[in-house]
DNA sequence: CTGCAGAGCTTCCTTACGTCA
DNA sequence: CGTGACGTAAGGAAGCTCTGC
């Protein structure tokens, strides 16, 4: 499950596992942008002109029997606006539905369990699709943003070799002594510049980072 | 305890239908 | 009126979990 972020100054994104707590009812609270997007067009779910209501949802619990066995074309059932509304209402609270639910939810919507069933099975693939789009909007403007952030520093790199400013100078913890910028490679786990003879000296967990250590000459 | 079959659920993909521009 | 795009109900395959044997 991904939870987008509430404001945009404040981004952090959660990616999905497939397969994840499929079973497991959704907490609704993790869900306010999925509630936002909830907000559907119900106008498509428009009975047929003429207070048929009844009629139209009937004939079609009554199709379903002929078209499972290769009789006629299936019917195509259109949801009307109260019953969207509670199921919209039902999902809000919860994106799954336990049996008990379900069954109480058909008898009150008067469809059958099954096309409750169906109608969460595509609602929860409906508001997935949405929430991918967004992440894919997210990812894309967050990769914006890195791209220009790269291009400002290569910038300045090139504009601080364009100084001719000699290779960066490195202040040992151990000696306070400076270290020449050859002895330092990066850590692969904490990304911190280490210095290869802090790390064969007394302390093993001396680090230093470029931000506190390095000592670059004032422009 | 372990292995297996079956039921019941899910996701994913697809098809078919209704509506609208 | 015909047509294509789009939204959505429903079918079916595959996978997972749980339960009983």
């Given at each position: 499950?991904?939870?987008?972020?509430?404001?945009?100054?404040?981004?952090?994104?959660?990616?999905?596992?497939?397969?994840?707590?499929?079973?497991?009812?959704?907490?609704?609270?993790g869900?306010?942008?999925?509630?936002?997007c909830?907000?559907?067009?119900?106008d498509?779910?428009?009975?047929?002109?003429?207070?048929?209501?009844?009629?139209?949802?009937?004939?079609n619990?009554?199709d379903?029997?002929?078209?499972?066995?290769?009789?006629?074309?299936?019917?195509?059932?259109?949801?009307?606006?109260?019953?969207?509304?509670?199921?919209?209402?039902?999902?809000?609270?919860?994106?799954?539905?336990?049996?008990?639910?379900?069954?109480?939810?058909?008898?009150?919507?008067?469809?059958?369990?099954?096309?409750?069933?169906?109608?969460?099975?595509?609602?929860?693939?409906?508001?997935?699709?949405?929430?991918?789009?967004?992440?894919?909007?997210?990812?894309?403007?967050?990769?914006?943003?890195?791209?220009?952030?790269?291009?400002?520093?290569?910038?300045?790199?090139?504009?601080?070799?364009?100084?001719?400013?000699?290779?960066?100078?490195?202040?040992?913890?151990?000696?306070?002594?400076p270290l020449?910028?050859?002895?330092?490679?990066?850590?692969?786990?904490?990304?911190?510049?280490?210095?290869?003879a802090?790390?064969?000296?007394?302390?093993?967990?001396?680090?230093?980072?470029l931000?506190?250590?390095?000592?670059?000459?004032?422009?």
């Open positions: 499950m991904a939870v987008l972020p509430s404001s945009p100054s404040s981004l952090e994104l959660t990616i999905s596992m497939p397969g994840f707590a499929s079973s497991q009812s959704i907490p609704s609270s869900f306010k942008s999925e509630v936002i909830a907000v559907r067009n119900l498509i779910n428009q009975v047929p002109s003429g207070g048929v209501e009844e009629e139209w949802i009937t004939m619990m009554e379903e029997e002929e078209s499972s066995n290769g009789g006629p074309p299936r019917k195509k059932l259109r949801l009307t606006k109260e019953q969207s509304r509670l199921l919209e209402e039902s999902f809000r609270q919860n994106h799954t539905l336990n049996p008990k639910q379900k069954e109480n939810l058909a008898m009150q919507l008067k469809l059958k369990p099954r096309q409750v069933e169906v109608w969460f099975q595509n609602r929860r693939a409906r508001s997935k699709l949405k929430q991918t789009e967004m992440e894919c909007e997210f990812l894309k403007r967050r990769f914006g943003s890195l791209t220009e952030q790269n291009r400002r520093l290569q910038r300045e790199v090139e504009e601080l070799r364009a100084m001719k400013v000699g290779p960066p100078t490195v202040i040992s913890p151990n000696s306070c002594e020449p910028a050859s002895t330092l490679s990066m850590c692969p786990r904490c990304e911190r510049v280490t210095s290869n802090a790390l064969k000296g007394p302390t093993k967990t001396a680090t230093t980072t931000s506190t250590k390095v000592a670059v000459p004032p422009l």
